[in-house]
């Protein structure tokens, strides 16, 4: 007899995009990512130059109210949706909520923004009271998500087989000291890398929490007119 391909056998292409019940937290953030693109194209520059000063997270608005401004900060995409953080956000989230669940997602995600941006904004206080910027760096421009998604790529490289983990690491890697050696924007290129190397220090941690297969995915194939999984070599 002939087998039969059970569902899940083959790979589901549409699982690499959130859904609401699927992976409900990187769905409902894209959604506010989204209507926050949407204002930045469409809004008057000078209020969203506003919106992107106030939300900053510099020297200045950390000392004032840290917490408000580094979950603020997390709500627009530099560069809008054209940015290739914008993908890897839909791509890693989705792929690492499947994997660990929306809580866990939420907490890597929000390691990599908070630690990644205290680390390059700290020196920068420091380099100002000691004289070595000027005042006007406590007022540094910096939102965004590539922190977190950075970091998610990280984490989620601990979850992947080994072929595609080490490609993986290897080509963001390149592509953020290839920033670094542009020197266009040394201190988030460095939070990059700093975020990248929280992501991979969770690896302990992602790999105990992963989930395990659905019964759906884990459903082998049958020989048809029996009830007795095949496995094939």
Same mark, same amino acid.
């Given at each position: 007899? *002939?087998?039969? +391909?059970?569902?899940?056998?083959?790979?589901?292409?549409? *699982?690499?995009?959130?859904?609401?019940?699927?992976?409900?937290? +990187?769905?409902?953030?894209?959604? $506010?990512?989204?209507?926050?693109?949407?204002?930045?194209?469409? @809004?008057?520059?000078?209020? /969203?130059?506003?919106?992107?000063?106030?939300?900053?997270?510099?020297?200045?608005?950390?000392?004032?109210?840290?917490?408000?401004?580094?979950?603020?900060?997390?709500?627009?995409?530099?560069?809008?949706?054209?940015?290739?953080?914008? &993908?890897?956000?839909?791509?890693?989230?989705? @792929?690492?909520?499947?994997?660990?669940?929306?809580?866990?997602?939420?907490?890597?995600?929000?390691?990599?923004?908070?630690?990644?941006?205290?680390?390059?904004?700290?020196?920068?206080?420091?380099?100002?009271?000691?004289?070595? &910027?000027?005042?006007?760096?406590?007022?540094?421009?910096?939102?965004?998500?590539?922190?977190? /998604?950075?970091?998610? $790529?990280?984490?989620?490289?601990?979850?992947?087989?080994?072929?595609?983990?080490?490609? &993986?690491?290897?080509?963001?890697?390149?592509?953020?000291?290839?920033?670094?050696?542009?020197? +266009?924007?040394?201190?988030?290129?460095?939070?990059?890398?700093?975020?990248?190397?929280?992501?991979?220090?969770?690896?302990?941690?992602?790999?105990?929490?992963?989930?395990?297969?659905?019964?759906?995915?884990?459903?082998?194939?049958?020989?048809?007119?029996?009830?007795?999984? /095949?496995?094939?070599?």
């Amino acid at each position: 007899m *002939r087998p039969t +391909t059970a569902p899940g056998f083959f790979p589901r292409p549409w *699982r690499l995009f959130p859904t609401p019940t699927g992976t409900p937290f +990187t769905f409902w953030y894209l959604a $506010v990512l989204l209507l926050t693109s949407l204002i930045t194209e469409y @809004a008057d520059p000078a209020v /969203v130059h506003a919106l992107h000063q106030g939300f900053s997270t510099d020297v200045a608005h950390l000392v004032g109210a840290p917490v408000p401004v580094l979950v603020a900060s997390a709500l627009w995409i530099a560069g809008g949706v054209a940015s290739p953080y914008a &993908l890897g956000f839909v791509l890693v989230l989705t @792929a690492l909520e499947r994997r660990i669940g929306g809580r866990r997602t939420a907490a890597v995600f929000l390691l990599g923004h908070v630690l990644a941006t205290l680390a390059t904004e700290i020196p920068v206080g420091a380099s100002v009271l000691t004289g070595g &910027l000027p005042g006007s760096s406590l007022h540094r421009l910096d939102y965004g998500i590539s922190f977190g /998604v950075a970091a998610s $790529v990280g984490a989620l490289a601990a979850l992947l087989p080994w072929w595609s983990r080490w490609p &993986l690491l290897l080509a963001f890697g390149w592509m953020l000291l290839d920033d670094l050696m542009a020197f +266009t924007d040394p201190m988030t290129n460095w939070g990059h890398l700093i975020a990248l190397a929280i992501g991979i220090a969770t690896w302990p941690v992602v790999r105990r929490c992963r989930r395990p297969a659905t019964a759906r995915d884990a459903v082998l194939p049958l020989v048809r007119g029996s009830t007795t999984p /095949v496995r094939f070599p």
